[in-house]
């Protein structure tokens, strides 16, 4: 009868003390109980299934063959008309270029052997269609001439920055700091294997409070293994410390241990269960997962309150040993070590930051793009401007150059001087009627032939549009040059 008083006793006790002190799965919850590591887990399946996604890059706007041609070839022209159009003369002008004391051979050793010639092959095509007679005005002296080059320049210059492609230079392309994150060196596969697993699991995770593991930091895949793997060696048993499903034993030593790529293939499965698989990985929500596993092994675990861990260790004696037993002090879990008092951090953490800016940089050069595209496609729109405005001097002007005290609008001014080419030639003058000439017999010895008063006023007008209109295309000029220097500099 005392034995089954006792029995009750205890049954009894048990009962209370399930009652009044309800277990929550915390850091410090019993290592080896089921689910123990399970919020952490879910934290690092986000990491697993991010891995293994190919960011989708946003297609840059397409630039026009003649935007991407035409501003350069402007540039190159500019420095020396006469030998560029030599060069779009020959039949084979890479042949040309490289003639040894040739016109073409010394100027184009001044330039990028490419822009050289392919500025000399796109005028070549260009000269034969309506942009022809545009491009030839431009060998004559104008006062456009400067803007012209410099926008064209200008022009040409962001051309050739925006088909730059050194996107994640500095930091690594995504792919490739994820896969090293996740596997360090080592296949993502059934074929992989621990870095520098010895001796056992507590010598590979984490030997004591002291002493790192091996192991440790080395990959996603070695601390998945040290926070969720079955171990006959330490005589852990069906141990389901992340999720429901138990893997198979791991071997925790050296050598080729297939075991643990087996293992590695069934937490990769048990993450598809876990954590929603990721449709598309964004810088954004890499970060605040990159944060919470940060955290994580910053916060003081244990009855040691010792950070630097990543999963649980049980209270009740001073940190041990991350063999994934049960005992006080010891847990399923990597030990980093610390600094001082500061927890180190495992090497892929390093990994998925630079993977991290990779996505950013990408997502932010995207925006970029779509803004200096526009800004190429207005910067372009000035230079065709330009380019007509120029044509229309060409067609107003004579090769003979203004007086000095001669009127300031270039139109009219031009047009005068049409006229007095005819002097005191009354039949040379009328033939000059459709450009507005009268001859006046009272006139001026030699300056007889006149620009009529009402065609004079018609260009003066036009004149004055004309100036407005520059004046326009100035100001949004420089604004677009702003605009685009803003964006280069980032």
Request: proline share 3%; net charge positive.
């Amino acid at each position: 009868m005392g034995d089954n008083n006792a029995v009750f006793k205890s049954r009894l006790l048990t009962i209370l003390v399930t009652l009044f002190c309800p277990f929550t799965l915390k850091d410090d919850a019993a290592a080896a109980t089921a689910g123990s590591n399970g919020q952490i887990f879910a934290v690092m399946c986000k990491i697993v299934s991010a891995a293994t996604i190919k960011p989708q890059e946003t297609p840059n706007p397409t630039l026009s063959d003649h935007t991407k041609k035409a501003a350069p070839m402007i540039s190159v022209f500019l420095k020396n008309p006469e030998v560029l159009l030599e060069l779009a003369a020959a039949e084979n002008i890479p042949q040309e270029i490289a003639k040894p004391g040739s016109k073409g051979n010394k100027f184009c050793t001044t330039l990028p052997q490419h822009d050289c010639a392919d500025a000399a092959a796109y005028l070549k095509s260009t000269l034969t269609t309506a942009a022809g007679p545009f491009i030839k005005a431009l060998t004559e002296d104008s006062p456009l001439r400067q803007r012209i080059n410099e926008t064209a320049t200008e022009l040409a210059q962001m051309i050739s920055d925006y088909d730059k492609t050194d996107l994640c230079e500095q930091t690594g392309s995504y792919e490739d700091n994820m896969k090293a994150a996740l596997t360090g060196d080592k296949p993502n596969s059934n074929q992989f294997r621990m870095h520098k697993a010895q001796t056992n699991r507590q010598t590979t995770c984490g030997l004591n409070s002291a002493t790192a593991g091996t192991s440790a930091g080395k990959s996603i895949a070695d601390d998945l293994l040290c926070l969720c793997a079955a171990d006959t060696g330490s005589q852990t048993g069906d141990v389901k410390v992340c999720s429901g499903a138990s893997t198979q034993d791991v071997t925790f030593n050296t050598g080729d241990q297939a075991d643990q790529g087996t293992a590695w293939e069934a937490i990769k499965t048990e993450c598809k269960k876990t954590a929603a698989s990721v449709k598309q990985p964004h810088a954004a929500e890499l970060r605040a997962t990159i944060q919470t596993i940060r955290s994580h092994i910053a916060v003081p675990k244990g009855q040691s309150q010792k950070s630097g861990y990543l999963g649980s260790i049980k209270t009740g004696a001073a940190n041990s040993h991350c063999d994934a037993q049960s005992t006080a002090g010891a847990g399923a879990c990597v030990y980093y070590g610390t600094t001082g008092t500061t927890a180190n951090e495992p090497g892929w953490l390093q990994k998925l930051d630079a993977a991290a800016n990779c996505l950013e940089e990408a997502q932010t050069s995207a925006l970029d793009k779509k803004a200096t595209a526009k800004s190429i496609e207005l910067l372009n729109a000035t230079l065709t401007n330009l380019l007509h405005l120029n044509m229309q001097y060409k067609n107003a002007a004579t090769t003979t150059k203004p007086s000095q005290g001669a009127s300031t609008s270039t139109l009219t001014e031009a047009a005068h001087q049409k006229c007095r080419n005819a002097k005191d030639d009354q039949a040379e003058c009328e033939k000059l009627a459709k450009e507005g000439c009268v001859f006046n017999k009272d006139g001026e010895k030699g300056k007889k032939c006149e620009l009529k008063k009402e065609v004079q006023s018609e260009l003066e007008k036009k004149t004055k549009k004309q100036e407005r209109k520059m004046r326009k295309l100035t100001a949004r000029n420089m604004t677009i040059r702003r605009i685009a220097k803003q964006k280069m500099r980032g």
